[in-house]
């Protein structure tokens, strides 16, 4: 999507990037999606994994985002519920961690929402390789309504994580913390 150069004017994207970077590229080593997802014997398994990780997301972030004016959080947290529910392992049983406040809340959401960014290439790798499920869509849930989607988060972290230092510390956490809970269910426990 190229952000590098807009980042002098992103300062909260650029600190959330900053906090995650290392966590992101871990989780991508260490989870092959498109592995997972081409064989069908092992999909149904990780697609429980993802609808378990949206759950998850809605049912802990939804009563402090729902009313934050912009993110349109119920538009986006129905698009993760077309999932079909998982089956309870001990990973996706996992709780995703409660947000002490606001701030935390959306961090956590940019980790939920970059998932697309991703998921938009995994799915096009796995169409390349001739796999072609439908349940796969859930890997691009907005279209072509994608980079409207996040640019639109992107404003509402922006504006909120500008109102103060307090404000930007609790995303990060927030941001950290989502990142460990998704390897957590992609992957099972840190080796
Ligand atoms: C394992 C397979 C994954 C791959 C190959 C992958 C790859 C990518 C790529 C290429 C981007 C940049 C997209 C762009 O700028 O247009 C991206 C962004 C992002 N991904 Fe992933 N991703 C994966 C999984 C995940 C997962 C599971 C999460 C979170 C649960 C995640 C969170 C994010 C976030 C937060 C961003 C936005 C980074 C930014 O601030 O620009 N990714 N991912």
Known sequence: ???????????????????????????????????????????????????ALY????????????????????????V??????PSITAETSSVFPEPADRCEALGSLYVVEGSTLGGRLI???????????????????YGAAS???????LAVLEREGSRGPTCLESMCRGAIRGFVHAERILCGEPR
Do not use: C, N
């Open 80 to 85: 993760w519920q077309s999932l079909r529910p």
């Open 55 to 78: 759950s998850s997301a809605r049912a802990a972030l939804a009563e402090m985002l729902a009313s934050v004016e912009g993110l349109d959080f119920l538009q986006r947290s129905r």
């Open 147 to 153: 980079g409207s989607m996040w640019r639109s988060l």
């Open 1 to 51: 999507m190229g952000l590098e150069g807009r980042k002098g004017t992103m300062p909260v994207l650029t600190a959330l990037r900053q906090v995650t970077g290392a966590l992101h590229r871990r989780l991508e080593h260490r989870f092959d999606a498109v592995a997972e997802l081409s064989d069908a014997s092992r999909r149904p398994a990780t697609i429980g994994r993802y609808a």
């Open 123 to 141: 799915l096009r790798e796995l169409r390349a390789r001739g796999v072609a499920d439908p349940e796969l869509s859930f890997l691009d849930p």
